[in-house]
């Protein structure tokens, strides 16, 4: 007895001893304070620095002072936030509510031995590893519900390094909620977003640049998605809510996040829109305005702003005539009509011939009032009764 | 767009009209929270009525956090499972996102949590709707047809079997 006991002793100080190896080997370097330029193999930035020597950006360093956050750290997420790190981004301020399961792996990033813990969690210690320089802040929770987006809104207007609002939001989400709920949220607080997405085929994806009041905010319109030309109506879904490729992931965050630091570090055009076809290699591009009877009050607020501010600093604008095509005869008759989806808007021709299109279309009259009625007019009975009422039958 | 089925399914709804969400001014909020409730008691009401009765629901006093049950009845038999959501700060620019925690892992029609899939169909007729689609409506055309559909395969499967109902 006495024996084992010994022997468990000396193999718990055995462990402890390769435990403290392992922790010194993860700590493989200490904080730097100064990016160096030094072309020397000890240096992590000096490749970085170089863009400077190359012309292509002025002021490198000025990325420690940057804040970005990242809403969804799933297979677009994961890997946009590595790539910042890499980057020596200031601070990473990131959020899910999900955890790494084994069916992630067909993904970059998370590895087996991290299964069962947060996605946030599992990140940061891996991010950090990677470069103990840049600051992270994780939050695991949905922020769609309630008093989480408080806390998102209040994380993103006090986040920043200094207690500032933070630089940047990128959505690497996966639904439709979450996006609207950072629509929401970046609309309320003026700040600039990148969205981004992958079709739950995985053969297409896009980024989207959002600034309130000046480009098209997230519900502006119904969602602009690539075109691929896979009919919806004949994808095969049984038993699967979506299908991933780590490439097409890859590829949109790759896209996020050199947007994100052309935008940053100011250099080159940051895109309003990039989507990516996998099936063809195509990538459109394209403006998208805001729509002055957006769904979203903030959204139409900052756009009056943007009026206001446009006013008092005139953008001079070359304009481009528009050649309209127009042919002398036409003997056959020939005219454009409408798919099997029937009318087709003129608007929603145009995207198409540039490989995109919505995910839906505003319906002028779906669901005509006159064949359904509406609730009644308040008939005097209050929210209680009503719950009593409910809750009795 | 909308088929016969659904036309026929929606003409037992009311719809509403306050388009307003928890993160809005309370008395529209209020007002929308009415609207939901006398939409969902025209509905239950609908379904009595036609031998169709499959749920009941109830939210908490400030109607962002909702509970209740709904059943499937197959062979005589009344599978009865747990309803929750909470109401999106989006509301109701998006549908609420409904779960059924106990069948969690059981079929992949489902996102974590046990929230029910719904994006083809659903989505796209919730977001052409807004405001005037509510809860019931959501239950209508997201929650019935998903049961119909996913609760007998699940039974087929044996993942999902009957237990007799405790005493209360």
């Known amino acids: ?13 055995d462990l402890e001893t390769q435990v403290a190896v392992l922790k010194n080997e993860a700590q493989t370097r200490g904080k730097i304070d100064k990016m160096s330029a030094e072309v020397k193999d ?26 970005v956050a990242i809403v969804g750290v799933g297979g677009v997420g994961s890997v946009t936030a590595e790539m910042l790190t890499r980057c020596g981004i200031g601070k ?80 690497c989400v996966d639904n439709f909620e979450a996006r609207v709920a950072i629509n929401r949220a970046c609309n309320t607080l003026n700040l600039h977003w990148f969205e981004s997405g992958v079709a739950e085929n995985a053969v297409s994806g896009h980024i989207q640049y959002i600034r309130p009041g000046i480009s098209a905010c997230f519900v502006c319109a119904p969602p602009l998605i690539v075109a691929t ?81 446009l006013a008092a600093n005139p953008i001079v604008e070359v304009v481009e005539e528009a050649v309209q095509v127009v042919h002398e005869d036409n003997d056959w008759g020939i005219s454009l009509v409408g798919g099997e989806d029937g009318e087709v808007t003129e608007e929603e021709t145009k995207l198409r011939a540039m490989g995109l299109k919505h995910t839906f279309q505003f319906a002028k009259k779906e669901l005509n009032d ?14 209680e009764a009503l719950m009593a009422k409910m809750k009795s039958m | 767009m909308v088929d016969e089925a659904t036309r026929k399914t929606l003409s037992g709804i009311p719809l509403l009209k306050t ?88 079929t992949a029609k489902m996102y974590r949590g046990g929230k029910i899939c719904l994006t083809d169909h659903f989505k796209p007729l919730w977001s052409k709707n807004v405001p005037k689609f509510g809860i019931a409506h959501a239950m209508a055309l997201g929650l019935g047809p998903w049961l119909a559909v996913e609760i007998p395969e699940m039974i087929a499967k044996g993942v999902v079997t009957y237990q007799e109902k405790k005493a209360d």
Not at chain 1, 42 to 67: C, H, W
Not at chain 1, 92 to 117: C, K, T, W
Request: glycine letters at 6%; a negative charge; one cysteine or more.
């Open chain 1, 1 to 13: 007895m006495s024996g084992e006991v010994s022997s468990l002793k000396a193999r718990i100080a």
């Open chain 1, 42 to 67: 000890s240096n992590p930035y000096s490749r970085l620095m170089a863009l400077q020597k190359m012309g292509i950006v002025k002021n490198y360093e000025s990325i420690r002072d940057f804040t």
């Open chain 1, 92 to 171: 990473l301020i990131l959020f899910d509510y999900d955890s790494v399961e084994l069916a992630n792996m067909n993904r970059l990033f998370f590895q087996p031995h991290q299964a069962g813990q947060s996605k946030v969690e599992a990140a940061r210690s891996t991010l950090q590893f990677i470069n103990p320089d840049v600051k992270f802040e994780t939050h695991n929770y949905n922020i769609t519900v309630l008093q989480h987006y408080d806390n998102m809104i209040e994380t993103l207007q006090t986040g920043g390094l200094n207690s500032s609002p933070v630089d940047l939001v990128l959505s």
């Open chain 1, 229 to 309: 030309g896979v009919d919806e109506k004949t994808l095969k879904r049984d038993g699967v809510c979506a299908a991933s490729l780590p490439t097409t992931m890859g590829i949109i965050a790759g896209l996020l996040v050199q947007n994100a630091l052309k935008k940053l570090l100011q250099f080159g055009d940051t895109s309003n829109y990039v989507g990516y076809n996998a099936l063809n290699d195509f990538f459109p591009t394209m403006e998208l305005k805001p729509n002055t009877n957006c769904d979203d009050a903030s959204c139409v607020k900052r756009q009056q702003e943007y009026q206001v501010w």
């Open chain 1, 370 to 383: 006159q064949d359904i009625p509406a609730v009644q007019e308040d008939d005097g009975e209050d929210l």
């Open chain 2, 19 to 106: 388009k307003s969400g928890p993160k809005d001014d309370p008395k529209l909020w209020v007002q929308r929270l009415k609207e939901e409730y006398q939409a969902l008691i025209k509905y239950v009401e609908t379904n009595k009525t036609a031998g169709n009765d499959w749920f009941r629901l109830e939210s908490n006093k400030e109607g962002t956090r909702w509970f209740g049950k709904c059943w499937h009845v197959q062979d005589m038999l009344k599978y009865e499972f747990e309803i929750e959501f909470d109401i999106p700060v989006t509301y109701p620019t998006t549908a609420p996102e409904i779960a059924l925690p106990e069948l969690d892992g059981k």
